[in-house]
């Protein structure tokens, strides 16, 4: 239970990660715990779709997750920017277009790792409540360290840094620095 616990950690950094940076974005703590939640039910899921699948899907999805992801964080972060550029308000001030375009790419390594497990012969029921649970409560903790950093920031607009960062995130992905 303990290496199922540890992958589930594992699994969020991701998840963390781009909690934080969404943190610049200074969101309440109920859109927090909205989007954190909605994170944690895709890694729930695609642990379970890995799970199903199994071996199949693993060879498919090594490859292009790393992709997927990237194309997702700068997809995101070139409309953050292009909000801050183009608007005087917040780009992002309810974090739903994060919660529509973001869930995906970060979940996509999750699906790798589902099928993993399932060959290891973890119960589908355990796994996926367990990586849904850890990644909402690592989002959750990353809103927090994001929104408390950004207020070390009042000159800048959060939201273009913000946007700057995801780019960059998806930037390093597409080296390999830092791989989702």
């Given at each position: 239970m303990f290496a199922l616990?540890?992958?589930?950690?594992?699994?969020?950094?991701?998840?963390f990660r781009?909690?934080?940076?969404?943190?610049?974005?200074?969101?309440?703590?109920?859109?927090?715990?909205?989007?954190?939640?909605?994170?944690?039910?895709?890694?729930?899921v695609a642990p379970l779709v890995g799970m199903l699948i199994g071996a199949f899907l693993s060879t498919r999805i090594s490859n292009t997750a790393d992709l997927i992801a990237a194309v997702g964080l700068g997809s995101y972060?070139?409309?953050v920017i292009y909000k801050a550029f183009t608007s005087p308000e917040s780009a992002d001030p309810d974090l739903k277009t994060a919660r529509r375009w973001l869930p995906v790419p970060l979940s996509v390594d999750n699906v790798l790792g589902g099928a993993a497990i399932g060959l290891a012969g973890y119960s589908p029921w355990v796994a996926p409540i367990l990586f849904a649970f850890t990644t909402f409560v690592v989002s959750l903790a990353g809103h927090q360290v994001g929104r408390m950093?950004?207020?070390?920031?009042?000159r800048l607009r959060t939201d273009l840094l913000t946007g700057f960062a995801f780019v960059l995130m998806a930037g390093m992905v597409v080296v390999g620095v830092g791989d989702f």
């Open positions: 616990i540890a992958l589930g950690f594992g699994l969020s950094i991701d998840n781009t909690s934080v940076v969404l943190g610049g974005l200074k969101p309440s703590l109920r859109q927090s715990a909205k989007t954190s939640l909605i994170f944690g039910l895709w890694d729930g972060g070139l409309f950093v950004a207020q070390f920031i009042p």
